[in-house]
């Protein structure tokens, strides 16, 4: 692969065996050198990312991916059994795949998943996601102090801290990266 060459964000490359995800790469040039391309690419089985240099990664292989949509059914110990919404195939998936999405997970909803070769490989969550708050404190009001904040638990059992207005019942959304308060749903 010459420098850039099909290279993009969410490519699933082979290196020394290891599957990863390229989750950013950029290009630095100094003077009349050459120029280094950095990638950042993310382990899919352990979720670790790492740092390289296109010249210490070698030669890259581009391993065919395919997005599925698929819907949290039940929990099942451990795992979660969730169903390809186009062929209706089931999959357990325990929490070493899941991993700090657990919390996030609500029976019922549709997730996208990675698949490589029909196997689940990584779970793809949007940036921001809606969950119904099932226990929290009675509704206050402020009284000016605008930056008061009270916890609230969530459907997948995540706790987050909420202003005061928020009530049992209302769905609210969670920034995935942070696990905090993004705003009411409406």
């Given amino acids: ?77 451990r795992d979660r059994v969730f169903m390809d919404t186009e062929t209706f195939d089931q999959f357990a998936l325990g929490e070493d795949m899941l991993g700090d999405a657990l919390d996030l997970l609500v029976e019922e909803e549709t997730y996208r998943f990675r698949t490589i070769d029909g196997q689940v490989v990584s779970l793809e969550l949007p940036d921001v996601v809606a969950l119904e708050v099932v226990d929290t404190a009675p509704v206050e009001h402020a009284g000016g102090h605008t930056g008061v904040r009270k916890e609230a638990k969530l459907a997948g059992g995540l706790v987050v801290h909420v202003p005061l207005f928020i009530k049992n019942g209302d769905r609210i959304r969670v920034t995935t990266a942070s696990r905090g308060y993004h705003g009411k749903e409406h």
Wanted: glycine fraction near 10%; proline fraction near 5%; avoid cysteine.
């Fill in 1 to 77: 692969m010459s420098l850039t060459e099909g290279l993009h964000r969410g490519m699933v490359i082979r290196h020394e065996g290891q599957v990863y995800t390229v989750e950013d790469f950029r290009v630095a040039q100094s003077g009349k050198q050459k120029p280094t391309v950095h990638i950042k690419p993310r382990d899919i089985k352990t979720g670790h990312p790492t740092d390289r240099t296109l010249e210490q990664l070698g030669r890259l292989d581009e391993v065919p991916s395919e997005m599925r949509t698929m819907q949290l059914l039940y929990a099942s110990g």
